[in-house]
C-alpha cells in the first residue's frame, strides 16, 4: 500500500456490490491508502459480482470507466463537465 501513499495521480477505485472475492473493508482500505492522490472517485456497481459475469454489469463498468476518463481529460484542458454517470452507479 506505499505505493497508494506516495501516487499523485487521479485514481479511480470500482466496487462491485456483491463482490465475494474484494470484501467492502479491502475496498475502503484501498481508498484510506491514497492519501496523496489528486483526485479519488470510487463508484458501486449495483448488484455486480466480482466478475461482472453479467452483460449488463459490464456494460456499467465501461460506463463508469468511460465517463471518469472523460472527465480527467476534459478537466485536464479546462472544457466543460462531463455527461454524469447513470443512476445505478453511486459516488462514495
Not at 19 to 35: K, M, Q, R, S, Y
Amino acid at each position: 500500500m506505499s505505493a497508494c501513499a506516495q501516487f499523485r495521480g487521479d485514481v479511480l477505485i470500482v466496487e462491485s456490490e456483491y463482490d465475494e472475492l474484494t470484501p467492502h473493508p479491502v475496498t475502503v482500505n484501498h481508498i484510506a491508502a491514497f492519501t496523496k492522490a489528486r483526485s479519488l472517485t470510487h463508484r458501486t456497481i449495483s448488484n455486480a459480482d466480482h466478475g461482472l459475469s453479467r452483460e449488463t454489469d459490464q456494460r456499467a463498468y465501461t460506463t463508469v470507466l468511460m465517463s471518469w476518463l472523460t472527465e480527467m481529460v476534459l478537466g485536464a484542458r479546462g472544457d466543460a463537465v462531463a455527461p454524469e454517470v447513470p443512476s445505478a452507479d453511486k459516488d462514495r
